[in-house]
């Protein structure tokens, strides 16, 4: 591992100024804003990363969040490099994010997952008293699960392959709950509560991983 002495606590903490470093082999621009959530960015035509951060989030979790995801950033640096080098020689300069699911990506997710949920199932079914119809597993773009509850099916995004098993539990209990309350009301926050007391947490943690 390789951490650039400019990415010290103080500098990294003055909002608003960009702040570039070595992140093992990869420079990394981190601007600290006044938001929420982290959000990376992988720019051409180097593909380094452009991390927005909030002001009071710790450099170790930043480092974390780009190593947890260090297999799709590398996918998506290779893509950018390519389609910039591409469009350095005259020829159009698409980036393919799209192509990232190959049959064999998916394949391999959709194994794992398909394992994980063979354990986590019977116990949240026992524990929220509902069965789903089914569950699908597909890469989405906008969210990490979803249920419909008229017909109990269940849809889980192919992207919590990729990320700790506990955020996987998270999205079943969450759309699990689903067939009991259709929306986030009082009623699911508190069936959420009761069959997940550190939910809110996790899905905080969840919401860092939204990088798209
Ligand atoms: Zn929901």
């Known amino acids: 591992m390789t951490v650039g002495r400019r990415y010290g606590r103080q500098q990294a903490r003055r909002s608003g100024e960009p702040v570039e470093t070595l992140l093992d082999d990869i420079r990394v621009v981190v601007t600290r804003k006044p938001i929420k959530n982290l959000y ?3 720019k051409p035509p180097d593909g380094h990363l ?6 009071r989030m710790a450099d170790t979790t930043i480092r974390n969040f780009v190593r947890t995801r260090r297999s799709w950033i590398d996918e998506m640096r290779n893509r950018v490099q390519v389609a910039a080098a591409v469009g350095a020689l005259g020829g159009d300069a698409p980036l393919p994010l799209a192509e990232k699911w190959t049959p064999e990506r ?4 959709k194994r794992q997952m398909t394992a994980q949920l063979d354990a986590l ?9 509902k069965s789903p119809t089914s569950i ?19 849809r889980l995004n192919l992207e919590l392959a990729d990320i700790p098993e506990q955020f996987l539990e998270y999205v079943l209990v969450h759309e699990l709950t689903h ?7 009082p009623q699911f926050q508190r069936l959420m509560s009761l069959y997940l007391p550190n939910w809110r947490q996790l899905r905080s943690e969840l919401n860092k991983y939204v990088i798209f």
């Not at 199932?121 to 008293?129: F, S």
Request: proline residues 6%; glycine residues 10%; contains cysteine.
């Open 40 to 42: 990376l960015r992988v």
């Open 50 to 55: 452009e991390i927005s951060a909030p002001q």
């Open 106 to 109: 998916t394949r391999v997710a």
């Open 121 to 129: 199932l019977p116990k949240w079914t026992a524990v929220v008293g």
């Open 136 to 154: 699908s597993l597909r890469a989405m773009k906008t969210r990490w699960g979803s249920c419909t509850p008229r017909t109990g099916r269940i």
């Open 179 to 185: 067939l009991h309350a259709s929306g986030h009301g």
